[in-house]
């Protein structure tokens, strides 16, 4: 654990970099609004050092927004991520919906406006497969794909004893409950809480939350799943009364926008999130 350390550079935005004898490399980088204090982060620990390579967990506003400033930074760097994220990262599209979340959410957190960068510096420079192993010296990051979040989730073992675990196995947030986030989908997100326990890591690393007290570690897959089930049942539950969707969205909002996500997370996030869940269960049924 000591070659990892936590950088981040502002709310809702983790990164952690890691320090092998030979090349560093960040998990994450945080929205755009973070990238001055990230960077300023990074050089501290880095001194003469390059940063040579940035792995993304998925392709989320709120975890590669920084990427432009970053290379801007050290320009040899290389963005790593899967397939799936280097195809989104082509869309004109998906270029713009980063683009609008990260201007809004600097609005959010108070940062004012974001600096320009063009969209090309937003990309996925080498693919990484599950299986795949990366040597920094001394520290060796296994990939492996953990779907259900998005198509283009990935968790990262570190020297087989710290995972940090993709978002499709949910995130624990300050409060210390974790919550669900299945929006391409609710089973694949159970396969990869399921794969995720059988690593059985001494650390976990949640997103958005970072370390997991070592008190907490040995429930937090059990809770995962505890969470996926108790949003998958509410919708199905009022699926089964004959609601709508809108309606099970309004629903969910009062059972499950409580104060902490309220101070964590726009409402457009997660209503954008709720409906996506809704969705997704609505579609895989039971
Ligand atoms: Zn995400």
Not at 51 to 67: E, T
Not at 236 to 259: M, V
Request: hydrophobic share 35%.
């Amino acid at each position: 654990m000591d070659k990892i350390i936590d950088v981040t550079g502002g709310q809702g935005g983790k990164a952690f970099l890691l320090i092998g004898e030979e090349k560093t490399a960040l998990v994450d980088c945080g929205m755009a609004y973070c990238a001055p204090t990230l960077i300023s982060n990074i050089k501290q620990v880095l001194g003469r050092r390059t940063l040579d390579y940035i792995l993304i967990s998925h392709s989320h506003y709120d975890h590669i927004g920084a990427i432009p400033y970053l290379r801007e930074e050290w320009p040899n760097l290389k963005v790593l991520g899967a397939e799936y994220a280097k195809g989104i990262l082509n869309r004109e599209n998906a270029l713009k919906d980063i683009r609008n979340l990260s201007v809004l959410a600097a609005k959010f957190y108070g940062a004012g406006d974001i600096k320009e960068y063009g969209d090309d510096m937003l990309k996925v420079d080498n693919n990484i497969f599950d299986g795949d192993s990366l040597d920094l010296g001394g520290v060796i990051i296994k990939v492996i794909e953990a779907q259900g979040h998005t198509k283009c989730s990935l968790s990262f073992l570190v020297n087989n004893e710290t995972l940090f675990a993709s978002e499709s196995t949910g995130y624990k947030s300050k409060s210390g409950k974790v919550y669900p986030a299945f929006i391409t989908s609710c089973s694949q997100a159970i396969d990869s809480i399921n794969r995720s326990r059988e690593i059985n890591p001494r650390f976990i690393i949640s997103p958005h939350f970072g370390l997991v007290n070592q008190s907490d570690t040995l429930n937090y897959w059990e809770e995962c799943i505890l969470a996926v089930k108790e949003t998958k049942d509410f919708i199905l539950r009022l699926s089964e009364k004959g609601y709508e969707e809108e309606q099970i969205l309004i629903e969910y909002e009062e059972a499950f926008r409580d104060e902490e996500s309220r101070l964590e997370q726009p409402s457009n996030a997660f209503r954008l999130n709720a409906q996506s869940m809704i969705k997704t269960v609505l579609n895989e049924g039971k």
